[in-house]
């Protein structure tokens, strides 16, 4: 069966750090572009982070921009949470869509085909 599986949340207080691991299951990644989402609740999905098939090139939205980094090993993506903050309590899923190239596009407006169930992240004040 083709999944991802993400790992590594959980409770953390303000200026912690987490980090969250997305792993593919029944395919290789190695051909996807991976991007990390995020939904709050109450608030609509956005996407946070990204990473091209071969790392050359990453996205950050401007909220987690020098706190968070995202890279990715044979099989599996990594999003490293420095500083936290409360605003940053979601749930977080990790997607992969075919790289068809990246472009000057929107990564997140691609249309990611696998996703994972999602782990929550929560930051205590």
């Known amino acids: 069966q083709e999944q991802l599986v993400e790992s590594g949340g959980g409770l953390v207080q303000h200026g912690g750090s987490l980090r969250l691991s997305c792993q593919a299951s029944?395919?290789?990644?190695?051909?996807?572009?991976i991007g990390w989402f995020r939904q709050a609740p109450g608030k609509a999905r956005e996407g946070g982070s990204c990473i091209s098939t071969s790392s050359d090139k990453t996205y950050y939205i401007d909220s987690v921009k020098g706190r968070f980094t995202i890279c990715r090993t044979e099989n599996t993506v990594y999003l490293q949470m420095n500083s936290l903050k409360p605003e940053d309590t979601a749930v977080y899923y990790c997607?992969?869509?075919?790289?068809?190239?990246?472009?000057?596009?929107?990564?997140?407006?691609?249309?990611?085909?696998?996703w994972g169930q999602g782990t929550q992240v929560t930051v205590s004040s």
């Open positions: 997607a992969a869509v075919v790289s068809t190239g990246w472009g000057g596009l929107d990564p997140f407006s691609f249309k990611y085909k696998y």
């Open positions: 029944g395919f290789t990644l190695d051909y996807y572009i």
